[in-house]
């Protein structure tokens, strides 16, 4: 598609809390995806869409608007409005053939005094013939809504079942779209099974710092060769590798 139309109302109320990197992040998305019509892979988008130098912004509003599949990110709004072009196009497509005759040729030609429907350069879509929005106004059925993230509980949360570790003394917005995005993810978990609200996801957040504790790697109590020994901070721990191996247990074992 090289046109959809823009709904500022609907866009302002759902974006309203993105940074001005993360808004911008989040309009080329939208045109990277109504333009290839495919889903996103995670690798390399950030450069694909010009933005290689803030690509956790990027994978923060792709995490948040998008939903991961095992083909790539899609986004089922845009999936509905990319659907209904096809159709109207093939529809169109369909149409003008049967108005259209063909000569001894094989050439297409209008027929006698007829008003010629449609040629080559013409888009199979105007303004008015079709409705097309990024996000659903009001009344229609939208996605399940999740709580926003609550930084400093998390943050207390932190200091209060960790209190050996190192303390956050800066939360600039690096670590802010790190915890934005994983708290997204606990959330979009926990709601598969039930309603809920922030103190749920909140719970969660307790239990994994309690867990983290309980890992002599993390915790600098083991030494490497050198005699030194490495502690997490909450910034290494929010990264996504780092996130994904914690939940998995692969810093607990033996160490």
Not at 220 to 241: C, Q, T, Y
Request: aromatic share 10%.
């Amino acid at each position: 598609m090289h046109f959809y139309q823009f709904h500022i109302g609907d866009y302002k109320s759902h974006t309203h809390h993105l940074s001005p990197m993360e808004d911008l992040a989040f309009r080329r998305l939208l045109d990277h995806y109504y333009l290839h019509e495919v889903p996103i892979k995670q690798r390399d988008i950030a450069r694909q869409i010009g933005l290689r130098d803030f690509e956790q912004e990027v994978l923060t509003v792709l995490d948040e608007f998008f939903v991961s599949t095992e083909n790539g990110f899609i986004n089922p709004r845009a999936d509905e409005e990319i659907n209904k072009y096809r159709k109207f196009s093939e529809d169109g497509k369909k149409g003008a053939a049967k108005r259209w005759h063909k000569d001894t040729n094989g050439e297409a030609i209008s027929p006698p005094n007829a008003t010629p429907i449609a040629t080559n350069n013409q888009e199979p879509i105007t303004n008015n013939q079709i409705n097309t929005y990024i996000c659903p106004p009001d009344g229609e059925p939208k996605a399940k809504k999740l709580p926003e993230c609550d930084h400093k509980a998390v943050i207390e949360l932190y200091h209060q079942n960790l209190p050996t570790m190192r303390r956050v003394e800066v939360w600039n917005e690096t670590r802010a779209g790190y915890l934005r995005q994983r708290w997204r993810e606990v959330a979009a978990e926990l709601a598969q099974a039930n309603e809920i609200d922030a103190n749920d996801v909140l719970n969660w957040w307790g239990e994994f710092f309690l867990s983290v504790g309980k890992s002599r790697f993390l915790t600098g109590r083991v030494n490497s060769k050198d005699g030194r020994a490495f502690v997490a901070d909450l910034e290494w721990i929010l990264k996504p590798s780092n996130f994904a191996k914690i939940v998995e247990g692969k810093y607990h074992g033996n160490n």
